[in-house]
């Protein structure tokens, strides 16, 4: 089984940045430790702040599209 990925304070800070700058994404890919899929959940009621998921992009993949 794959450990979890741990993310940084500098993870963070990158991904939210990116975020801001491209409002209108959904989900991006970075290098880190191989790939990274980052995607953003805007929670239920919009009172609350989006939430950045973070998985690797190999085993999203693997899921998505199961061979």
Not at 17 to 41: D, E, I, N
Request: aromatic content about 8%.
């Amino acid at each position: 089984m794959t450990p979890p990925l741990a993310v940084t304070d500098a993870d963070a800070v990158i991904d939210a940045a990116w975020f801001a700058a491209h409002s209108g994404r959904t989900c991006y890919a970075r290098a880190a430790h191989g790939w990274v899929l980052v995607v953003r959940q805007v929670p239920q009621g919009r009172d609350r702040p989006p939430v950045l998921l973070r998985t690797c992009l190999a085993l999203w993949d693997r899921g998505a599209y199961s061979r």
